[in-house]
């Protein structure tokens, strides 16, 4: 023999039913100290900064690495010249 119930209610009326504790007010505190954090990491943020601090040496690395690429592609550009002739 097989029986199947078939319940309609919401999460929250089923937590409510089981004795599982609401949650909300404590995830609507954590989202708001999240948000607030965040919004002060991003304020103190500095483009510079962080240019700084990825490229130890400060723009003039970036300028190498464009230089670099630069000669990378001209040199697979001549070689495959060369290889048409």
Partial sequence: MKVTIDIDCTPEEARTFLG???LKPMQASM????EE?????????????LIKTWFPIG????EQVQKFFWSQVGN???KSK????
């Avoid at 954090?37 to 900064?49: C, F, G, I, K, W």
């Avoid at 723009?59 to 970036?62: D, P, S, V």
Wanted: proline share 6%; hydrophobic share 35%.
């Fill in 20 to 22: 599982l504790p609401d």
């Fill in 76 to 78: 697979m550009t001549d």
């Fill in 31 to 34: 989202m708001k100290q999240l």
């Fill in 59 to 62: 723009i003039h690395n970036l």
């Fill in 37 to 49: 954090r965040m919004a002060n990491a991003l304020s103190a943020t500095d483009p510079e900064q």
């Fill in 82 to 85: 060369k290889s048409n002739e």
